[in-house]
């Protein structure tokens, strides 16, 4: 890709909102239903449903073997990929460019991707077009006490040392497909940096049909086709086969005529994503995550089959609790630095902060799923000021490197008047606080009185409640006023079973099962306890990678082409 000229500056400049609309998809998506729990829609007890009743949970118990006499058709291939989302495809995709004769298996109609496109990479070359430059081991070590030192530094450390090589190997294949990419700007925290490093590709037929959702998994998908992997819709598998000795051979996935039993010579790869749709997972391994006021990835989100299956072959899961992303995307698509009342009436934290302590901040200090963000009418100029302090997500950034903090404020700015008018349930405005809290569910009396409480610690200049750094203290005094709604999404729970840096799952004795690998959601060790974002967008950066490096290895061309 070209060194950035202004003509593409100013496209990716529009393109800014147009990328926090496009984050704003699942905003609102149902936040309750259950789904099934059972690995994928089996029968009988071959899907989980052995558990029912038993008093275990569905991972526990594993199913009876579904007999040979009930498998109506037996499918020899080299590589095994269940799950068709970034990680599976990225992973089907290297694999069959390498040589290797792979079939994808994909539960749904269509590749879910439960992802909106933001790559994140370590370092690109179009980071270096930009002048973005990352301090790897400052960054690291940032990731790895976000995770409070749970994770397996073998896994994030593969992932800093492959990220360029591959960010880089998709830019080239974006550009194929007619591709641009927009890199969007991070956060200036001395306390939450985020590195603007969150590549957007944009442009194509798949972007123009799929938007920045899914056109990345497409062109994956249709590369890996080019290069003769085969897709399967409409085929989830239910269970794994295993031989004697305990090696996962295959897997029995339900198509509409009956069971079909995939043998896979090299591999069998588990990308089937989260535990997000499954109470009973979220329950015991992500209990915070049934707090929020959505779950953000549609209602065709992942129930954990992966991570059932792979428990009932041996695998042992990642100790509890279980990583969430969360963003406060579930209602407002703006929440700056300014004051948060809950629907007690009450300030409660540091509003200050990054995007997954927002939400967790209103979920437990009162057990509420959402809150709203006070401010006036001089917050367009306030967030400009306030980004030379802090920003990320939904503060600053989905605006391109390049473009101004007032280009970010602007468009705030613009999303919120828009709000008041088409989403006035979220986006509320009035001409005085008495009027703006009467369109609130808080009492009033308790709101306006914490508001006043707010503006004198602002005229004092410290915050001697939740101490937020005093360059943040932004009065609200001048009508009209605004109060954004904040409600934390479930984005996805990036947590299960235990892997190695060769993505092997590891069974309870911490030794490989051979034949079985997970990447992706279903695996943990990249991440444990909290989801880092000082490198924006690094789930998929970390699909990227692990589909990327293990498909090569599945070829068997890794250790020729590793970084
Ligand atoms: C609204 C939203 C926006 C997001 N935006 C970003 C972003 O910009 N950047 C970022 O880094 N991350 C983002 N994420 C996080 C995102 O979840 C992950 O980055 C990424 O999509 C996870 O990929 P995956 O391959 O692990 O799983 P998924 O994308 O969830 O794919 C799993 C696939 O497996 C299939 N499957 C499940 N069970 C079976 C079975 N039994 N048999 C066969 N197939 C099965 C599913 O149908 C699905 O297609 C976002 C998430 C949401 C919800």
């Known amino acids: 890709m070209d060194a950035i000229t202004r003509r593409t500056l100013l496209r990716q400049a529009a393109l800014g909102s147009a990328a926090v609309a496009a984050l704003g998809v699942g905003a609102g998506a149902a936040g309750a239903a259950e789904k099934s ?49 970034y990680s599976g495809c990225a992973c089907a995709c290297n694999a069959a460019l390498n040589g290797a004769q792979v079939i994808l298996v994909e539960k749904d109609d269509v590749l879910n991707g439960h992802g909106v496109g933001g790559t994140g990479a370590v370092k690109s070359r179009v980071m270096d077009e930009n ?14 006490s976000t995770c409070g030192n749970r994770c397996s530094e073998k896994v994030v450390g593969k992932f800093f040392r492959e990220s360029e090589r591959c960010m880089n190997w998709l830019l080239d294949l974006g550009q194929e497909y007619g591709m641009d990419c927009m890199l969007t700007v991070g956060s200036n925290s001395t306390v ?19 938007g920045y959702a899914k056109a990345v998994e497409y062109m994956l998908a249709d590369k890996a086709e080019q290069a003769g992997a085969q897709i399967v819709y409409e085929m989830p598998a239910v269970q794994l086969v295993q031989d004697a000795d305990g090696s996962v051979t295959g897997a029995i996935c339900k198509g509409a005529d009956g069971y079909v039993q995939y043998n896979a010579s090299k591999g069998v790869v588990l990308a089937t994503g989260d535990i997000s749709w499954s109470d009973e997972y979220l329950q015991e391994f992500a209990p915070i995550a049934l707090k929020v006021k959505a779950r953000l990835c549609g209602d065709t989100g992942n129930v954990g ?11 042992k899961f990642q100790d509890a609790p279980w990583p969430t992303m969360m963003h406060p995307q579930a209602a407002a698509m703006y929440h700056g630095p300014f004051l948060f009342i809950n629907p007690a009436g009450e300030r409660f934290m540091n509003e200050a902060t990054w995007v997954q302590g927002k939400c967790v901040g209103i979920m437990v200090n009162g057990g509420y799923n959402h809150a709203w963000s006070i401010f006036d009418a001089n917050f367009q100029r306030d967030n400009t000021d306030s980004l030379q302090y802090g920003g990320g997500m939904f ?23 828009d709000g008041v008018v088409n989403t006035p349930d979220y986006y509320k405005k009035a001409d005085t606080l008495e009027e703006l809290v009467a369109q609130l569910d808080v009492p009033a009396d308790v709101a306006l009185a914490t508001i006043a409480h707010y503006n004198e610690l602002c005229a004092a200049g410290e915050d001697t409640d939740f101490f937020k750094e005093s360059h943040f203290l932004y009065p609200i005094e001048q009508g009209p006023f605004y109060a954004c709604e904040v409600g934390p ?22 030794q490989p099962i051979p034949g079985l690998y997970a990447i992706g959601n279903c695996s943990g060790g990249m991440y444990a306890y909290d989801y880092p974002i000082n490198i924006q967008g ?16 599945l070829a068997g061309v890794y250790d020729q082409v590793k970084a």
């Open 538 to 553: 690094n789930s998929h950066g970390r699909c990227l990678v692990e589909g990327k490096c293990l498909g090569e290895a």
């Open 305 to 315: 089959d992966g991570h059932s299956m792979a428990h009932w072959a041996g695998a």
């Open 192 to 210: 939450h940096p985020e590195a603007s490093c969150y590549h957007m590709l944009y442009g194509g037929d798949f972007y123009d049909k799929y």
């Open 489 to 510: 999404g479930l984005l996805g729970v990036c947590g299960g079973i235990e892997i190695d840096d060769q993505y092997r799952a590891l069974g309870e004795d911490g």
């Open 395 to 417: 503060w600053d950034s989905f605006r391109a490197v390049g473009t101004s903090p007032e280009d970010a404020s602007a468009s705030h700015a613009k999303t919120v008047e």
């Open 37 to 85: 729990s059972s690995a994928a829609a089996g029968s009988g007890t071959s899907d989980g449903s052995a558990a029912q009743g038993s008093g275990k949970h569905v991972w526990e118990v594993k199913p009876d073997p579904i007999a040979a006499s009930d498998i109506s058709q037996t499918v020899d291939t080299e590589v095994l990929v269940i799950g068709g989302g």
């Open 131 to 144: 002048g973005v430059v990352l301090d790897k081991p400052v960054e690291m070590e940032r990731w790895v």
